[in-house]
């Protein structure tokens, strides 16, 4: 007794250290102290076995009988479907119980309407797979739940009208939904819906190079795109699996999670993070931003151009269900009359629910439901990736119609009354001493890097990731409290600071302020309320996601907000891993409770008067230092130790001709592509990108020698020229220096000494 006694006083010392816990009564310590060694306990480890079992009857495997052995009969309820399905029973389900249920989730499964459907947006698919979860989450026991499970399925080889697609997408959303299956089940979404991942992986990632010294941008890792350049710099965050895999989750078991009367706000809150991280992206990448498809653009031709791989494309589609087959994007896309109509109709019903809707949440239901879910199955005509949750988010228009969707919740926020000092300050006598990151470079330094992953395609799949860091939370505790406040962290451009222009919460949690007058909370990136970890809470941002990219061997500077508030004493949002609930809410069962302030608050909505600059500069005694500028740099590959390098190099004058916010410059003449990458990263910059090179000429660079031409990114020279618009993308040999250069018209234009020009951003 005496050495248990020790134990959770060692472990309330620990909380309390860590900033965790309060002083509790005995009963509320008792509960604390199961959860935390619940925490540490390996028995919330996966059952392997079950896990197995599960991946075996939802996998594509073609079956052409029953695991029984016994012939298939044709008459059998007239649709070719076994005899027996019970007839492999798990210990204590009797086979007139496990008839029962195979007949009850039979009638369910042949009776929903969505029996050809595969627009996982609309309210076809949605109710069925509703209704199919539903009958399947009356089965209590996970073991009799596979058994039935396996019988539809297994039904499903010999029975057209039950759509396997369906079936599957309910079972994973109930056993990413129900905690006691979540504990012992870990699904790999890849396998069971191979035909909506591996089409995008025709030729997976692999290195152009084995030189660490010339692996940098992603195109030199990289040697197809389903896009066209400039979009394919984007391709590491569009073309994640991982992320895929979430967005899928996500919109399977939102309307399961808690808090319930808040799921319609979640999904634009999800969104919003999405869409604010891609935009950051393209800004650091030089892209341009991203033109939201409004009901002027929509109704004109738009591009849904995405190139699918030929050698996959349909490849996985199931004999005992209706295909799924994701096929290439079209580069022009027209919406006929009556789709053009039924968005204008949903805009307007929009328009007037910004006054009648009553409240966020059900404005947000207005959004989602109607408006967001028929515009992916309209777009998805001229595209269909962008009628299934796991792929739709590789296409570039998907944030176009997303940026709209984007604007229409920030109408409805704009209509809310601005928030007030009141509002924002934190509890009283509680300031922000100091906020900082850390990691194995200097302080407020970060570095991201590719990660070659092994893949059972080619070799190795490079992903983007990050050197493990630390935030460093400073409070001054002047009135020595000792209760819960909640802390909200946002990231964005620096230069962004004063409008928090695509700032993005990353993380939002409880603590317990411990009733000393300083107080330092150090938060591990793995701790983010919003990344994904198996146990528990299977949806968030993946880990390797966590922070944006920055610049190949180049600081960008970010800027770190932080804000401590008083919160109910109930709420426990964030306190630990198992309570992670900011991008998809918690689970059925584990007790979260979470703010009841907006999403995304304080940032979400206006405040009021020019207070704003005031407290994000740091100039506000209440607040304290709320903001941090911090750097993130791109490393390339990952190195054994930080490249102190990277962050001390200054910036420099442009020294060629500035255009779009970049510098351009000639580096070398007369040289091989390589020679040409070579030098411009000798110079910290990139070699000219294709796309740009259409849109530059002679005047501009300046260049005052007419027998030259440029080096691109793809290996090909591209210009405009003195006699034609744009010169063919060719591509050169690795030794050439000289090219003949003809026009799209075929006229020759000569022979040309090719040149490195570098381009970086101002």
Not at 126 to 140: D, F, H, P, Q, V
Not at 335 to 348: F, I, K, P, R, V
Not at 518 to 524: A, C, G, K, M
Not at 636 to 645: E, M, V
Request: with cysteine; net charge positive; charged share 25%.
């Amino acid at each position: 007794m005496a050495a248990n006694t020790s134990n959770r006083c060692l472990i309330r010392i620990i909380m309390i250290i860590v900033g965790s816990a309060s002083f509790c009564s005995a009963q509320e310590d008792k509960k604390l102290t199961e959860r935390f060694m619940a925490i540490l306990s390996p028995r919330d480890e996966f059952n392997s076995d079950l896990t197995e079992r599960f991946m075996n009857v939802l996998t594509p495997a073609p079956r052409q009988e029953f695991a029984s052995g016994r012939e298939v009969d044709s008459k059998s309820h007239g649709t070719g479907e076994t005899k027996e399905p019970c007839s492999s029973l798990e210990k204590g389900y009797s086979y007139r119980n496990c008839m029962n249920d195979y007949e009850k989730l039979r009638k369910t499964v042949l009776g929903v309407s969505c029996k050809t459907c595969n627009n996982q947006f609309s309210e076809s698919w949605l109710s069925s797979r509703r209704a199919i979860a539903y009958e399947l989450g009356k089965i209590r026991q996970p073991e009799r739940l596979l058994v039935q499970v396996d019988n539809i399925m297994k039904a499903a080889q010999h029975n057209q009208k039950i759509n396997t697609n369906l079936v599957k997408s309910a079972s994973v959303a109930l056993l990413e939904s129900r905690l006691d299956l979540v504990k012992k089940v870990n699904l790999d979404h890849q396998k069971i819906f191979p035909q909506l991942y591996k089409f995008a992986h025709e030729n997976e990632q692999s290195a152009v190079t084995s030189r660490r010294d010339a692996v940098g941008e992603w195109d030199t890792l990289n040697q197809y795109s389903p896009v066209a350049e400039p979009e394919s710099k984007l391709n590491y965050f569009r073309e994640d699996d991982d992320l895929h895999q979430i967005h899928e989750t996500w919109h399977a078991t939102n309307e399961n999670r808690t808090p319930t009367n808040r799921h319609w706000e979640r999904f634009a809150s999800f969104h919003r993070i999405l869409l604010f991280r891609y935009f950051t992206e393209r800004y650091v990448e030089g892209l341009e931003n991203t033109i939201e498809l409004d009901r002027r653009r929509r109704n004109q031709v738009f591009s849904t151009e995405y190139k699918v791989s030929s050698r996959l494309s349909g490849q996985f589609a199931s004999s005992s269900s209706p295909e799924i087959k994701i096929i290439d994007g079209v580069a022009r896309c027209r919406l006929s009359n009556s789709e053009q109509s039924t968005l204008n109709q949903l805009e307007d019903d929009l328009n007037r629910g910004l006054e009648n809707s009553g409240s966020l949440e059900r404005y947000s239901r207005l959004l989602e439901v109607g408006y967001h879910n028929r515009g992916h199955g309209i777009i998805g005509r001229c595209v269909n990736a962008m009628q299934f949750t796991a792929a739709s988010a590789r296409i570039p228009v998907f944030y176009r119609w997303h940026y709209e969707v984007d604007l229409k919740y920030e109408e409805y926020l704009n209509s809310m009354s601005p928030l007030t000092y009141e509002d924002l300050l934190p509890p009283s006598g509680v300031t922000i001493e100091e906020s900082y990151v850390t990691s194995r470079c200097d302080k407020n330094q970060l570095e991201t890097f590719w990660n070659g992953r092994p893949t059972n395609i080619s070799g190795h799949q490079y992903k983007l990731d990050h050197i493990p860091f630390k935030i460093h939370i400073k409070l001054r505790n002047e009135q020595r409290h000792f209760k819960k406040v909640i802390i909200r962290i946002f990231l964005g451009l620096d230069e962004f600071w004063k409008t928090t222009k695509w700032y993005f919460e990353m993380d939002r949690f409880v603590v317990h302020l411990a009733g000393i007058r300083s107080q330092t909370i150090i938060r591990d990136a793995l701790d983010s309320s919003s990344t994904f970890i198996p146990i528990y809470n299977k949806c968030g941002l993946p880990q390797h996601l966590y922070l944006p990219k920055g610049k190949f061997r180049q600081p960008v500077k970010y800027r770190l907000l932080v804000f401590v508030n008083d919160v109910d004493q109930n709420v426990n949002e964030g306190e630990d891993r198992v309570l992670k609930n900011m991008m998809c809410g918690f689970l059925k069962g584990v007790g979260g409770v979470s703010d009841s302030r907006e999403f995304g608050f304080p940032l979400v909505r206006r405040w009021e008067g020019d207070m704003k600059e005031r407290i994000l500069s740091n100039m506000d005694r209440q607040f304290g230092n709320v903001s941090t500028v911090i750097q993130i740099a791109h490393a390339g590959l990952q190195t054994h130790s930080c490249n102190k390098g990277i962050f001390t190099k200054t910036s420099r004058k442009c020294q060629g001709v500035e255009k779009f916010g970049m510098c351009y410059w000639v580096a070398a003449k007369s040289v091989t592509n390589f020679e040409a990458v070579r030098a411009c990263r000798k110079e910290n910059a990139n070699i000219l990108e294709y796309g740009s090179a259409q849109h530059l000429t002679k005047e501009y660079l300046l260049l005052g020698d007419e027998n030259t031409m440029f080096h691109t990114n793809h290996r090909s020279i591209g210009q405009r020229g003195p006699t034609c618009i744009v010169v063919r993308k060719s591509v050169l040999s690795d030794k050439a220096t000289i090219a003949e250069v003809y026009c799209h018209d075929q006229r020759q234009m000569g022979r040309f000494h090719l040149a490195a020009l570098c381009q970086r951003r101002l």
